[in-house]
């Protein structure tokens, strides 16, 4: 099996050493290379062409957001994830806008991380429960008329797209076709008022729908 390769990208020095020391350790990864800013970050992605980044937001020489539009509009096919610190990033919402994959926090256990970053290369949405929350208010759009609830299916669906699986894996498990599985989706999406996947995971969790982060 190939292993999945990465480049990381933090401005913190101690930062990407401990990743790197983490990732090389373990089985099944390939560290490419890293870089301090999101400038550096766009060029070195297209060069190296890792399957993921692991993206910091807040960089002074620039910034992760402007780093995974700019990879989104060269039509890059690394997948993002982006490692942000809970009370102080506030880029997290552009970041979902820009095309990043997954969002987990900093202070994760490395195999949360390891299997974010497998779910990532995947092209799963990857949501952190505990940032579930914080993105809510952003990513939803109006809220959805009182009553408009999900059916078991539909709840059955987004539990699926909570852990990552992807509309084929959900297909398959539930014994649905794919565009059934779009389908639900789309209902899901309409009656929580949101555009997207990690939106609907943020609302699930925010209503109960998930359980509690």
């Not at 099944?28 to 290379?33: A, C, D, H, I």
């Not at 987990?104 to 952190?128: H, I, N, Q, Y």
């Amino acid at each position: 099996m190939t292993d999945i390769t990465l480049l990381l990208v933090d401005d913190h020095p101690v930062v990407r050493d401990g990743l790197r020391a983490m990732f090389t350790a373990a089985p099944g990864f390939t560290v490419l290379g890293e870089c301090s800013s999101g400038a550096a970050a766009t060029g070195l992605a297209l060069r190296l062409d890792p399957d993921v980044v692991l993206m910091d937001l807040r960089m002074p020489e620039g910034n992760g957001v402007d780093a995974i539009a700019e990879l989104t509009r060269r039509g890059s096919r690394t997948r993002v994830l982006v490692l942000t610190t809970f009370d102080t990033d506030t880029d997290t919402i552009p970041a979902i806008e820009a095309g990043a994959t997954g969002y987990l926090l900093k202070d994760a256990p490395r195999e949360e991380l390891f299997a974010a970053v497998r779910a990532t290369a995947a092209g799963r949405t990857v949501v952190s429960p505990a940032i579930a929350s914080r993105l809510l208010s952003a990513v939803r759009g109006p809220a959805a008329p009182i009553g408009e609830t999900l059916s078991a299916r539909e709840r059955e669906v987004l539990a699926l797209v909570a852990r990552g699986t992807s509309n084929r894996e959900i297909a398959t498990e539930l014994f649905i076709s794919e565009a059934t599985v779009k389908t639900h989706l789309s209902h899901v999406y309409g009656k929580l008022g949101v555009k997207d996947r990690a939106a609907a995971v943020a609302v699930g969790y925010d209503r109960g729908i998930l359980g509690r982060p």
